[in-house]
């Protein structure tokens, strides 16, 4: 009987050692498939948070003390509408989710007419582009364009970007990203119902 050659060890009689098993085509199946389900739900949670404002309506802050040139003529500004609410929309023509949200912001208008004002602030240099749009879409909101004539203009990273002040000029929501009529309504609804804040003051 010859020795088994040094690189090829001899086995004992009787040994069952195998090659490891590689996974079944199943097993990696079912793998990929719970790889996309956790995928799905990271994505719906983004576009959860993008989509779904928050109703909490915390107190944010001072609104913004801007004042803008009004593509229809005069200034405008939140100051301007005192005791009412306030929804200031920075958007611009060529932004796909502003195109999306701006007919539901026509119908909130008038839905809320008298009790919340909306307020757009093109990002648009060309106004020719921003006077099509409103006619495309019935927009009978204020569109403001330029630079502040006065003040700082509201910080917008994210196109579009909305606030929403409340009677008192306090900021009660920021959202980033696409807002749509019902998302938003019920926080108008909210905002609407609050007592304006009593003005304090001397008389005579």
């Known amino acids: 009987m010859r020795d088994a050659p040094p690189d090829h060890p001899a086995r004992a009689a009787g040994s069952t050692d195998r090659p490891a098993r590689r996974p079944s085509g199943a097993g990696w199946r079912r793998a990929w498939a719970l790889l996309q389900w956790a995928a799905v739900l990271v994505l719906a949670v983004v576009l959860v948070r993008r ?9 944010l802050g ?6 803008y040139a009004a593509l229809g003529g005069g200034t405008h500004g939140p100051a301007n509408y005192a005791g009412q609410v306030v929804v200031l929309n920075v958007w611009a023509t060529w932004c796909p989710p502003c195109v999306v949200e701006t007919p ?16 757009g602030v093109s990002q648009d240099d060309d106004l020719a582009d921003v006077r099509a749009f409103a006619e495309r879409y019935g927009v009978d909101y204020p569109l403001l364009v330029g630079p502040p004539v006065a003040g700082s203009p509201p910080p917008a990273a994210v196109l579009p970007t909305t606030l929403v002040i409340d009677r008192g000029g306090r900021v009660r929501m ?23 804040p009593a003005r304090s003051g001397r008389a005579g």
């Open 51 to 59: 989509l779904v404002p928050d109703l909490d309506l915390p107190d």
């Open 62 to 67: 001072a609104a913004p003390d801007v004042t």
């Open 104 to 119: 539901g912001f026509v119908d909130l208008q008038a839905e809320f007419a008298g009790d919340v004002q909306f307020l």
């Open 174 to 196: 920021r959202h980033e990203g696409l807002l749509l009529e019902a998302a938003l309504r019920p926080a108008l609804r909210a905002l609407v119902a609050e007592r304006p």
